[in-house]
Nanobody, 115 residues
Framework: QVQFVESGGGWVQPGGSLRLSCAAS????????MGWYRQAPGKQRVLVAV???????NYAESVKGRFTIFRDNAKNTLYLQMNSLKPEDTAVYYC?????????WGQGTQVTVSS
């Protein structure tokens, strides 16, 4: 069972930046997709960004051009660089990866964007 530990969240003003990290346990994760989801209060958890094993990426329309997902396979760590943050980016962010992509999560990290 892959385990995830997300970190890097916090409070930031609109227009600010944050970098999230996710340390994942498990072998051969470099062979699998890794991704970030987020869940705002009262809403469903949605996919924000995904990076495949060949490092191709895909983003939700709402974050394109502002967020960048990247991975360090040697460290089994996933990152999400978030720039030009907006209040609507406020959510708990979760990472996922491996064979249980989309069904196994860490505790999440809270991101709050407000003035």
């Amino acid at each position: 069972q892959v385990q995830f530990v997300e970190s890097g969240g916090g409070w930031v003003q609109p227009g600010g930046s944050l970098r999230l990290s996710c340390a994942a346990s498990g072998s051969f994760l470099n062979n699998y997709a890794m991704g970030w989801y987020r869940q705002a209060p009262g809403k469903q958890r949605v996919l924000v960004a995904v990076i495949l094993s060949d490092r191709r990426t895909n983003y939700a329309e709402s974050v394109k051009g502002r967020f960048t997902i990247f991975r360090d396979n040697a460290k089994n760590t996933l990152y999400l660089q978030m720039n030009s943050l907006k209040p609507e980016d406020t959510a708990v962010y979760y990472c996922t990866a491996g064979p249980s992509f989309g069904s196994s999560w860490g505790q999440g990290t809270q991101v709050t964007v407000s003035s």
